[in-house]
């Protein structure tokens, strides 16, 4: 049945993506999640990432550190980064970052969203390559699942941006990817409130604006823990489903996040990642 469902969902969801990486890339490439432990990633040794491209997620473009890095990669999935900007000005101070790239970048793009954001895209510079990938969630029958999934249709459920992160990198050819800054330690920082509101705290490496906490915290607003946690279940179980896909293509994924919850990943510190990437 569930193999039915996903079925249907790639036929009503699903757009055509771009095409597969043709050629596996000469780097290992890093992930970098936002979460809070990425500020202990930026103070290492600042050769740290030569010799990797990297991937940068959702706001990362707003800080310092963005130009510095010049990311390889860049990739969005929430549709609030497509919706809101007339709302929020950090949506708004996202896309004039991207106007301002002057080095060879690809922004990866949900394709649902390909028609509403002809005219933003339009005013981007010639160095930002957009490339599309499905966020279609696909389930049930594991060669099938494999099959959606190498075919750029679907992919594991993603809960967060980080499954579409290492889905796409994985399609674009990486045989070896590190995560960092994906801490996912959100259980430590959930709870429930005298008025029986559940409240997520979820730091990032840069501070979030009162705005920013504002938007998150009515967002919570309707949802009970056992949807949260519920929530929690699947993206963590996601990863699992990344691992399986992972290992039938030959790819690597290592966890070097310190204290992440993530547990489907084999893990390595900052100082193996170079060791690692040369095997």
């Not at 990797?52 to 963005?66: C, G, R």
Request: net charge positive.
């Amino acid at each position: 049945m569930r193999s039915l469902i996903s079925l249907a969902k790639v036929m009503i969801l699903s757009r055509r993506p771009s095409a597969a990486g043709k050629t596996e890339p000469q780097r290992p490439l890093i992930v970098m999640g936002n979460g809070p432990s990425l500020r202990s990633f930026l103070n290492q040794d600042a050769s740290l990432p030569e010799g990797f491209d990297l991937m940068a997620v959702n706001f990362a473009a707003i800080t310092p550190e963005f130009f510095q890095l010049r990311p390889t990669l860049y990739i969005l999935a929430d549709p609030h980064f497509f919706n809101g900007e007339e709302k929020d000005s950090k949506v708004r101070s996202l896309w004039e970052a991207f106007r301002n790239v002057n080095w060879n970048m690809t922004l990866l793009l949900p394709a649902r969203h390909k028609k509403n954001l002809r005219a933003k895209l339009s005013t981007l510079p010639r160095t930002v390559d957009i490339k599309w990938y499905n966020l279609t969630p696909v389930e049930g029958d594991d060669a099938l699942a494999r099959f959606l999934m190498n075919e750029g249709l679907g992919m594991p459920r993603p809960r967060n941006v980080l499954i579409p992160a290492i889905m796409t990198a994985i399609r674009a050819g990486y045989k070896k990817i590190f995560l960092v800054g994906a801490d996912h330690t959100w259980s430590q920082s959930l709870w429930v409130d005298d008025k029986n509101r559940v409240v997520s705290v979820q730091p990032h490496f840069y501070k979030d604006n009162k705005e920013e906490e504002e938007r998150v915290a009515a967002e919570y607003a309707g949802y009970h823990l056992h949807d949260i946690l519920n929530s929690l279940r699947i993206a963590f179980r996601s990863y699992f489903s990344i691992a399986d896909f992972a290992a039938h293509k030959g790819v690597k994924i290592y966890n070097a996040t310190p204290g992440s919850f993530i547990d489907a990943f084999p893990r390595c510190d900052y100082a193996q990642m170079k060791q690692l990437s040369e095997k």
